[in-house]
C-alpha cells in the first residue's frame, strides 16, 4: 500500500488544517495508522493513531482539545484535523500503517510497515 499526505501548509498561530493520509494500491483495512511529526532538529515523535478495527490512541495534553484524528473507509482516507494552531506545531507530518501493531507498540515508528512522504506544517506567531 502506497501513502500521500497532502493539506500541509503555512499558517497563523490559532489557525486550522486539516491533513489527509490517502491509500492507494491497498486499503486501510486490517492496517493501523497512525499520525508522526518531526519538528525542526527533533526527533519523530508520535501524534495520534487508529489500532485496527478501531481503537484510538489518547492525545497527548498539548494536542488535546485541538487535534483530531478521523477515518473514512469509503474514502480510503485518514484525517488528521488541527485546529488552533501553535508555532510549537510546526514539522513535517507523516501518517504510516502497519498490520499486527499491538497497541503498546503504536506509537514506535519501527512498528510501521510503510510511510508517507510528509506534509510540512508552519505556523507562525
Known amino acids: 500500500v502506497q501513502l500521500q499526505a497532502s493539506g500541509g501548509g503555512s499558517v497563523q498561530a490559532g489557525g486550522s488544517l486539516r491533513l489527509s493520509c490517502a491509500a492507494s494500491?491497498?486499503?486501510?483495512?486490517?492496517?493501523?495508522v497512525g499520525w508522526f511529526r518531526q519538528g525542526p532538529g527533533k526527533e519523530r515523535e508520535f501524534v495520534v493513531g487508529?489500532?485496527?478495527?478501531?481503537?484510538?490512541?489518547p492525545l497527548p495534553d498539548s494536542l488535546k482539545g485541538r487535534f483530531t484524528i478521523s477515518r473514512d473507509m469509503t474514502k480510503n482516507t485518514v484525517y488528521l484535523q488541527m485546529n488552533s494552531l501553535k508555532p510549537d506545531d510546526t514539522a513535517v507530518y507523516y501518517c504510516?500503517?502497519?498490520?499486527?501493531?499491538?497497541?503498546?507498540?503504536?506509537?514506535?515508528?519501527?512498528?510501521?510497515?510503510?510511510w508517507g512522504q510528509g506534509t510540512q506544517v508552519t505556523v507562525s506567531s
Open positions: 487508529i489500532r485496527w478495527p478501531g481503537s484510538y490512541t
Open positions: 494500491g491497498g486499503t486501510f483495512s486490517g492496517y493501523s
Open positions: 504510516a500503517v502497519g498490520s499486527r501493531i499491538i497497541y503498546s507498540m503504536l506509537e514506535i515508528p519501527s512498528s510501521y510497515e510503510h
